[in-house]
């Protein structure tokens, strides 16, 4: 592996760029996922109907049209051109923010309606009622959800490539291409996406042992 030590600092900077999409996209799209739920359970059948499509384009097409989408059709549409850094930071965004929303829906619908009913009956609002009862234990039951998200848009990153962002796996393609060591340079990146996303599992694990509400549980 020695032929890599040349190009650390650029697999560093492609690590990090990496890990600046998928912490964006996760916590942007916890966020407006955590929204789109609230919406959907609160708001209606004419609101409901529209994150529904929204939800449905996200999860139902690649992520690769996605960012050619963002970074290709819509700029020139709208005749504003936009960097790719921002372009793929947006679609991650928006795409864990489709997943998200079923995590959190799921979530907010395990929590009991006797507890949003108690909220209303001793004067709280059912946006009070949302804030201090339910989310605080939706968020709680989604942990695990989340930290699988959270590998998925790690290891998703990769798709950044097509729009020319240096994120790991693009630099290790730079690598190959340069050295003609395909199989190391692919390799060496690999154990870096399993040592970060097992990292960050085992964190995700820990935490929601620790916080973990007894009886009440969500599919991950």
Do not use: C, H
Not at 3 to 21: A, E, H
Not at 51 to 64: A, H, K, L, W
């Amino acid at each position: 592996m020695e032929f890599l030590i040349p190009y650390l600092p650029f697999l560093l900077d492609g690590l990090i760029t990496t890990i600046q999409v998928t912490l964006f996209g996760s916590l942007i799209g916890l966020a407006l996922g955590t929204l789109l739920a609230i919406g959907d359970l609160y708001r209606g059948r004419a609101v409901s109907t529209i994150i529904r499509f929204y939800v449905e384009f996200f999860r139902g097409s690649p992520i690769i049209v996605q960012l050619f989408i963002f970074y290709y059709t819509i700029p020139t549409l709208l005749n504003t051109p936009v960097d790719n850094f921002t372009a793929g930071l947006l679609v991650f965004a928006l795409n864990s923010a489709a997943y998200q929303k079923g995590y959190m829906k799921g979530a907010m619908e395990a929590i009991s309606e006797d507890q949003m009913t108690a909220a209303l009956s001793i004067g709280l609002s059912k946006v009070q009622a949302i804030i201090y009862v339910i989310l605080p234990q939706a968020f709680r039951l989604v942990i695990p959800a989340w930290g699988n998200e959270f590998s998925s848009l790690t290891k998703s990153t990769s798709a950044l490539l097509v729009i020319a962002v240096a994120d790991l796996t693009s630099v290790a393609k730079t690598i190959a291409g340069q050295t003609y060591r395909n199989l190391e340079a692919y390799a060496f990146i690999a154990i870096i996406y399993l040592i970060w996303i097992s990292a960050v599992l085992e964190i995700s694990d820990i935490l929601y042992d620790r916080v973990k509400i007894p009886g009440i549980e969500i599919s991950a």
